[in-house]
């Protein structure tokens, strides 16, 4: 018997199992009696004990259904009153209909109270709304019986505040009912909307009746003494004031914002400007004495620039309107990093200059980029002008150049006081000021991992991106010669590489990389419009080929910094070189020599590079690809080129960390081979593949000495493949005996070999297609015998075989393993 473990030790090891199962089992008696106890004391059923009857839960709860049933019942009772209202009601007299409305109202309004003190609470508020609807109908059948000539929207609005005020004493009356409270807020909304509708006082009218409604929706937010009466009270109601606020503030906004959009002089827009700015003063006051409205001092942040701008915008030229809005927002972005105020207020009014900022700078980007991108038709035409005549030909306006500076200066600003609070930082509560009202440390923000810098760095990217965009398309469109427009943009460009490199060297976040990017993306524009004249093309890839090169050879620079400029480098080094080709007049396919050496430049240069040597060598990889695509034009050169890049890829493998590129040179000079042999019209097959044979069977033969465990068929099996199963394929198509003898003759030295060395590939390979060249010699005499034979010998001999094989099998298969073994032997 099989013993892991020594008796001893097994048998301990036994002892402690058995004495755990037995404490188990002892448990689950115990739970089991008590279970049993706690079942025939409480009367109730388990599914698993013997004799009892599992419990059927019950598929709803006692209150939902109640309340269900109560909804229902309610409905109906209001379906009904309206019916009888609408249809019975023309068949009673005055005092018919009085009793009827006055009995059904009153019992009604009533029967709530009797079923408050019974505890029937959920079947009182049900009762309690019909009540309160009957009241309604009530209000409509005086209409329609005592004052027929009163208008509508007046009635209404005189019944809404007197239904208010009705439902309102009625909830207090019985303050555990929360309908009427509801209702009564629900009513209150409409006496002064509809009185401005009555009146026809315009948009300008309602809207102002809105504002005052949400005003008095917010009073027991903002009046101290007056709130901390009501607050109790009004708990339950307080999600559904805050609601219709809104949705009344929201209102009286579209009520005036139109306005100011359509007015045409600043006289017609100062009644809407009125109307948006007491919005915006309602929208700070709440969020005054409220810590989580920071929403409604965003809003009126928001709607102080309207009610700011809106008056003076009819008078401005186009553009301009953009630039007040904007300085309109920095006393908002300023608020934000004034302590004294309340953090709902700073953070609602710091987003909404933010946010006026953003469209502002978004707006001046968009008006920046109409001029960079007409540059992008000039290498349509290269060189077809004395001087670049796309350089200069629209400009970017006033109002856009202004709207970025401030935008720049103002990121910058909030870059640097950045409060912590905007950081994420907690408020405190209601009594938010100084110190108290949320503000921490900075670096209290900072320990506890805030997103404050990441803000911080945003904002200095914005300003670097603003400033770029505001200085760069500048000189565009002033009719400044297009020398000047092109060293301005340069002068702008190098700058900002230079902001660049300070700003990464003092790890300034978010301005470096900005900064970069707008350095290349001006580098980018700049040589697409110095491509529509000679002097302009070589000027401006030179000095920025310099400045890329000194900006790589600068070791203190970052190393990502670095890599960009070494990668730009190349690149107009390459385009340099092409430009002299073309002015020299070569063929564009010989463009592919000079190229070349471009690509070749980095990789000899090799390890002197440093930490940009990658960088540089991928870019010269680029270039290479660019040298081998303009080669295509004439394939004799892309032969040449083929052969080139071979020998740069060969001598980038010499070194140790890059042999995967032995590859690629492998691959380029059996291209440029194969290129050559096609050019001068060999159509011998051997002379394409005996090439690729001979180097992969070096190779193998290499590795085969370095690891003796290596399988022949990835040493030598590619090789042999490349060469004899093409032969093959030629071979059987070739009418002539002289092919399928060399080929024959080949095969029978590789099997040779193959046995001899006790290699897999060889032996398999050559002896398969020995005995392929040897059946297409004999097919033609086996038909010839075929044919003259009779027709049933075929298949006598066939069953003959079939027999002899079959009384011998357990032989053969015994051969077929030997053999099978035999290979495996083999490697």
């Known amino acids: 018997m099989n013993m892991p473990l020594p008796p001893a030790e097994e048998l301990a090891l036994i002892d402690r199992e058995l004495a755990g199962l037995d404490a188990r089992r002892g448990y689950l008696l115990a739970r089991r009696a008590w279970l049993l106890q706690f079942v025939a004391a409480s009367g109730t059923a388990a599914g698993g004990a013997p004799g009892l009857q599992p419990v059927r839960t019950a598929e709803a709860s006692g209150p939902s259904a109640q309340n269900v049933l109560l909804t229902l019942g309610a409905v109906l009772l209001a379906v009904a009153a309206l019916?009888?209202?609408?249809?019975?009601?023309?068949?009673?007299?005055?005092?018919?209909?009085?009793?009827?409305?006055?009995?059904?109202?009153?019992?009604?309004?009533?029967?709530?109270?009797?079923?408050?003190?019974?505890?029937?609470?959920?079947?009182?508020?049900?009762?309690?709304?019909?009540?309160?609807?009957?009241?309604?109908?009530?209000?409509?059948?005086?209409?329609?019986?005592?004052?027929?000539?009163?208008?509508?929207?007046?009635?209404?609005?005189?019944?809404?505040?007197?239904?208010?005020?009705?439902?309102?004493?009625?909830?207090?009356?019985?303050?555990?009912?929360?309908?009427?409270?509801?209702?009564?807020?629900?009513?209150?909304?409409?006496?002064?909307?509809?009185?401005?509708?009555?009146?026809?006082?315009?948009?300008?009218?309602?809207g102002w009746a809105l504002l005052v409604t949400a005003a008095l929706d917010c009073?027991?937010?903002?009046?101290?003494?007056?709130?901390?009466?009501?607050?109790?009270?009004?708990?339950?109601?307080?999600?559904?004031?805050?609601?219709?606020?809104?949705?009344?503030?929201?209102g009286a906004l579209l009520c005036g914002v139109p306005g100011l959009a359509a007015a045409q002089s600043g006289a017609a827009a100062v009644d809407p400007a009125l109307l948006v700015a007491g919005c915006a003063v309602l929208g700070v006051a709440v969020a005054w004495r409220v810590p989580a409205a920071s929403g409604a001092a965003l809003a009126g942040g928001l709607a102080a620039v309207a009610a700011l701008a809106g008056p003076v915008r009819p008078d401005l030229a186009a553009g301009w309107p953009v630039v007040v809005c904007l300085l309109l927002a920095l006393p908002l972005l300023g608020a934000a990093a004034v302590a004294a105020l309340p953090g709902a207020v700073r953070r609602g009014l710091g987003g909404a200059g933010a946010v006026v900022a953003a469209g502002a700078a978004l707006w001046g980007l968009v008006s920046a980029v109409a001029p960079l991108a007409s540059r992008a038709e000039v290498p349509r035409e290269v060189w077809t002008s004395a001087s670049p005549a796309g350089v200069a030909a629209y400009g970017q306006g006033a109002p856009a150049v202004a709207v970025l500076l401030i935008a720049a200066g103002a990121a910058w600003w909030a870059a640097r006081l950045l409060p912590p609070s905007w950081a994420g930082a907690p408020d405190s509560g209601a009594a938010d000021t100084g110190t108290a009202g949320g503000e921490v440390p900075a670096a209290a923000a900072a320990g506890t991992g805030v997103p404050g810098a990441g803000v911080a760095a945003g904002a200095r990217g914005v300003a670097v991106v603003c400033g770029w965009a505001a200085l760069f398309p500048a000189p565009m469109g002033q009719g400044l010669p297009v020398a000047v427009v092109l060293g301005a943009q340069l002068a702008v460009t190098v700058a900002a590489a230079a902001v660049a490199l300070r700003a990464a060297a003092g790890d300034v976040a978010g301005a470096g990389r900005a900064a970069a990017v707008c350095a290349a993306l001006g580098a980018l524009d700049v040589s697409l419009a110095a491509l529509d004249g000679r002097t302009a093309t070589f000027a401006v890839f030179g000095l920025l080929g310099a400045a890329c090169a000194m900006v790589t050879a600068r070791r203190t620079a970052p190393a990502a910094v670095r890599a960009g400029a070494a990668v730009l480098a190349v690149g107009y080094a390459a385009a340099t070189v092409a430009a002299l080709c073309a002015l020299a007049g070569l063929a564009v396919a010989w463009w592919a020599l000079p190229l070349l050496a471009v690509a070749a430049a980095p990789v000899a240069a090799g390890p002197r590079l440093g930490r940009v040597r990658a960088a540089a060598e991928a870019a010269g990889a680029g270039v290479g690809a660019v040298a081998l695509t303009v080669a295509g034009r004439e394939p004799g050169v892309l032969s040449l080129a083929c052969a080139l890049a071979a020998v740069v890829c060969a001598g980038a493998a010499a070194r140790p960390e890059r042999r995967r590129l032995g590859w690629a040179a492998a691959v380029l000079g059996v291209t440029a081979a194969w290129l050559r042999l096609w050019v001068s019209g060999v159509t011998v097959t051997e002379a394409y593949t005996l090439p690729v044979t001979a180097a992969a069977l070096a190779v193998g033969l290499l590795r085969r000495r370095k690891d003796p465990l290596c399988s022949s068929w990835a040493a030598y099996g590619p090789g042999l493949a490349a060469t004899l199963l093409p032969g093959l394929a030629e071979a059987w198509r070739d009418p002539h005996w002289l092919r399928p003898l060399l080929l024959g003759g080949a095969a029978l030295a590789v099997t040779l070999v193959g046995a001899h060395r006790r290699l897999q590939a060889p032996l398999l390979l050559g002896g398969g297609v020995l005995a392929a060249v040897a059946l297409h010699e004999l097919a033609p005499y086996v038909v010839q015998v075929v044919g003259v034979l009779p027709r049933w010998l075929p298949p006598a001999l066939a069953g003959l075989l079939l027999l002899a094989v079959g009384a011998t099998y357990e032989k053969r298969l015994r051969d077929a393993r030997r053999l099978r073994a035999a290979l495996g032997r083999f490697r």
């Open 83 to 206: 019916a009888f209202t609408l249809v019975s009601w023309g068949s009673l007299g005055i005092g018919g209909r009085s009793a009827v409305l006055a009995a059904v109202t009153a019992a009604a309004l009533v029967a709530p109270a009797l079923l408050l003190r019974r505890g029937l609470r959920s079947t009182a508020e049900s009762v309690a709304a019909v009540g309160l609807l009957l009241t309604v109908l009530d209000a409509y059948a005086v209409h329609a019986v005592a004052l027929p000539g009163t208008g509508g929207t007046a009635y209404a609005a005189g019944a809404s505040a007197v239904l208010a005020a009705v439902w309102a004493g009625y909830g207090a009356l019985l303050p555990r009912l929360v309908v009427p409270a509801v209702g009564a807020v629900l009513a209150v909304q409409l006496p002064l909307p509809l009185t401005a509708l009555a009146g026809a006082e315009g948009p300008v009218g309602l």
């Open 219 to 250: 009073v027991p937010a903002v009046s101290g003494r007056f709130a901390a009466g009501l607050r109790a009270r009004a708990a339950r109601t307080a999600p559904v004031v805050w609601v219709l606020a809104v949705v009344c503030g929201a």
